[in-house]
């Protein structure tokens, strides 16, 4: 089942790719796939249409998709067929497999700002080595919102981040609109 948000992606999920086929989206793209470090597996949580797959972030034997919006899921599909990708909020998703563990979790341009601001931590529970967060920065708001009203709980979900950092140790850095944190976790 898909929310607003969801089905705004699913709307656009065939052009998405294309909105961010410029020079500066992919000088950005470079420097998010140097910084991720991944290691191991790698769950990618609101992984739209494959970004981290399209940038060679990891290998599709090493790699594990969630997403609310079938039209993403889809898109993610047709381009990378092998890829193991599952239609699901993230909230429901850690609900249903709270042991689920992967040495890099991420969550890549955007999409951990529409995840509910309590269940931020509960990312670090799925990671053996690290989770990598990548928020819109306070007031951003990507023109494809207009609309729709922010997604709720967005600079909660944000200074969330942040928290984990100052508790977990890590770093924090800016990128165009996003607010990047590695947070790392060492069992
Ligand atoms: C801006 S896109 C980013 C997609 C991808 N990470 C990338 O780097 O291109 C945001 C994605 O977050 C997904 N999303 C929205 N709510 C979510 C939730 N509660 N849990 C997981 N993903 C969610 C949307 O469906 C959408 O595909």
Redesign the pocket.
Known sequence: MENK??EL?TTIAEVYDKRYDTDSARAEDRWAADFIQPQGTLL??????G?TLDNRVTQVELYRG????EG?CRELKRKHPTAFVETA???SWHVQHPTALYDTVL?????PS??DPLFIPTLVQHARRQVVLMHYMDGYL?DIHSELTAPTGKEASRRAAIDLVAGFGGEVQHIGAFQVVRILVER
């Open positions: 948000v969801s992606y990618d949580v609101g992984c739209g249409t970004w969630i997403d609310p919006s993403m909020f993230y909230e969550s890549s341009f955007g999409s529409y995840i990507p």
